[in-house]
Structures are given as structure tokens and as C-alpha cells.
DNA sequence: AACCAGTCCAACCGCTATTTA
DNA sequence: ATAAATAGCGGTTGGACTGGT
């Protein structure tokens, strides 16, 4: 019955990761790909478990990550797309491959929750620090929930799709009164991403891995024989730019969790995330971009995210 | 220069959904 | 069909860092 347990609790270590542990760590990962967390503890010798090292690998040493300065974009997509789904975070960073939701949710709770509150009170409106629905129980797109069970808010989103759209063009388009000075909307070179750890060594290790063609490139798709679910959502294989059109790539684990739990949806958003997986991290703005540009050049019947994101060719958005 | 308060972020905890034997 | 384990998610916390006094 069941599976054989994960980790004895007894030895586990805790707290800070060493340069050496993360470097254990992305060994192993480039070697066997992400996934099948279990196994690592004891094929690295860490002293960790599997748990931890799956948190560690996906918001610190994962390829692709971007850490710090939020540009306004990203701030503003963020604060929409939270009015919009509530504290649902990797979904949010689904929307933001670059961007664990980890960070996104710290990002939140120490500058933007304080950001809008600030900003409301200087409307004088409000009272509810009400920023997000899920803030104090404001109304809202996204109010959370709980009456939803988990899986069926991505359907809902679905249907709310138009809401989506206009709070993301606004979230876009409340930016270009200062086309100079705006950002790029992605400023950071796709596949070039600031490598999370302070370890020169690791880099270099995850350098290599990037590489197309470099030894242990690629070999996240085939990631052991785990299921389906864990092994597609937490890899992040050949992402380097030029990379590898592997379609069963995918970023970071929120899109492709998402997609897991709804399986009507799963294949549009996993084709997204192929896309995305496919030229580094950039591309979701990009596809945003279109998404966006789509509707306004009239297309805008597209109700779902399989419109959204019509990924049959990656190459078509860019 | 030393202390204190505030801020930030990595990591942990607890829960739920999913998967597997 | 069921129980147990895993994976993933969101909330919370603790320690390091920073700025002000």
C-alpha cells in the first residue's frame, strides 16, 4: 500500500542552503533533471528532504529566475492579476516565468499590499484595504473562494476571460505615458537570466547546462520516471534562448500546476508553457503582447486560454 | 560608533490534491 | 477501493540587512 515514505524526519537538516548544497543539488538536477524529488536526498547525500530540495531548486537555483527590481510592468500585471485571481500566486507567476511565486508573494506582501493601501488612502476611498479580493474580504473578480474547490477557479477564469484581457491591457497600457523611459517588457535577455545563486560555481555548472548541446542539456524532459505532473511542471529544460523546441518543456511550476488541475485546459497551457520553456523566460510577455494586441486587432472573441495562447507554433509569436 | 526599528527574503509549516501500490 | 506518500500551494516566520537616531 501507498508509496515508500520520502524522508526519515530524523537528520534532516534545516535552514540556510550552503554554496555546496546548492551545488549538490544542481549536480544532481543536471544530471537527472528536476523531478522525482524523493530521490534526491539520497543520490546527493543531502542532507535535506525532498521537500526542501524541490523549494530550493524551484525558487532559488532553477534556471531563468529573476531576482529583485520588479519593473513597472511586472508590478502592475501583478497587482491586476491578484485583484484578478486572489492570493493564487503560482498562478500569478505563471504569467510571469521569470518570477517564482515565491517572490511574487513576498513582492506583494512588502511592497505592493503597502503600495495600493497607500494609494487608496489617497483617493480616500476604500477602507478595505481591499486591494485584492482576498485582502479583507472585498468584492471582487477574484475574491477568494473557498467555496471553489481547487481546480475549478482556472475554469472560472476561463470564463471570465474578457475580465482577464481588459485588466491585463490595463495593466499594460497604464504604463506608455513615458514611452522613453518605460521599461522594456522584458528588459533581461531571455536564457541570460541572473542565476539566483551567489556561488560562482554553480553558475558556471548551470552555464554549462544551459548551453545547447552541453553535456546534461536536455536531459530535464526525461526527467526519471515520475509522474507526469511533478516531472513536466518543475522542469525547465534547454532553456537557454536558442534552445530546443521541446514541447514538453515548461517554466516554472504555477502555469503547469495550473493546467494540471484542469485537464480541459491543460493542453493549451502546457502548450504555453512549451512555448515559453522554448525561448527562455521572455516569450510570456511577449504572448501577453499578442494576447493583447490579438483582442484589439479584433480577434477578441477568443473566450479561453486555448485562444490566448495558441501555441501550435511557438515560432508564430515571435 | 552604537543601538534600535523597520524591511526584505529565504525557508519552513501545514494543508490539499494527486498519484501510486 | 483504499490507504499512504508525494507534489504543490499559500501563509507565516526568523534572520540578515539597512537606514535613522
Not at 60 to 79: A, S, W
Not at 85 to 108: F, M, V
Request: charged share 20%; net charge neutral.
Amino acid at each position: 500500500m501507498g508509496r515508500p515514505p520520502c524522508c526519515d524526519k530524523v537528520g534532516v537538516k534545516k535552514g540556510p542552503w550552503t554554496p555546496e548544497e546548492d551545488l549538490m543539488l544542481v549536480s544532481y538536477v543536471q544530471e537527472h533533471g528536476p523531478g522525482n524529488w524523493r530521490a534526491v536526498p539520497t543520490n546527493t547525500g543531502l542532507m535535506r528532504c525532498s521537500k526542501s530540495c524541490r523549494l530550493r531548486w524551484t525558487n532559488y537555483l532553477r534556471p531563468g529566475i529573476k531576482r529583485g527590481n520588479f519593473t513597472d510592468q511586472e508590478e502592475k500585471l501583478i497587482v491586476h492579476l491578484q485583484a484578478l485571481l486572489g492570493n493564487r500566486w503560482a498562478a500569478i507567476a505563471s504569467y510571469l516565468p521569470e518570477r517564482t511565486d515565491n517572490d511574487i508573494k513576498n513582492y506583494w506582501n512588502t511592497h505592493l499590499k503597502k503600495k495600493l493601501k497607500k494609494m487608496q488612502a489617497g483617493e480616500g476611498g476604500g477602507g478595505d484595504d481591499g486591494v485584492g479580493p482576498s485582502e479583507g474580504g472585498g468584492g471582487g473578480v477574484g475574491e477568494k473562494r473557498p467555496s471553489v474547490p481547487k481546480g475549478q477557479w482556472e475554469r472560472r477564469l476561463q470564463t471570465d476571460i474578457h475580465t482577464a484581457r481588459q485588466a491585463l491591457r490595463d495593466a499594460l497600457s497604464l504604463e506608455p505615458s513615458t514611452p522613453a523611459k518605460a521599461p522594456p517588457l522584458l528588459p533581461t535577455p531571455p536564457g541570460l537570466a541572473t542565476y539566483a545563486s551567489s556561488a560562482e560555481n554553480i553558475a558556471r555548472l548551470l552555464e554549462g547546462w544551459l548551453r545547447p548541446g552541453g553535456s546534461g542539456g536536455g536531459k530535464g524532459p526525461e526527467v526519471s520516471g515520475s509522474t507526469s505532473t511533478t516531472a513536466t511542471t518543475q522542469q525547465r529544460p534547454q532553456f537557454s534562448g536558442e534552445g530546443a523546441a521541446s514541447a514538453s518543456a515548461s517554466h516554472s511550476g504555477g502555469a503547469a500546476a495550473a493546467a494540471a488541475q484542469t485537464p480541459e485546459c491543460s493542453t493549451e497551457t502546457s502548450k504555453m508553457a512549451g512555448a515559453v520553456g522554448d525561448a527562455g523566460a521572455a516569450p510570456a510577455f511577449s504572448m501577453l503582447e499578442s494576447w493583447l494586441l490579438d483582442d484589439v486587432m479584433g480577434h477578441g472573441e477568443m473566450g479561453l486560454m486555448a485562444d490566448v495562447m495558441p501555441l501550435g507554433d511557438p515560432s508564430e509569436f515571435f
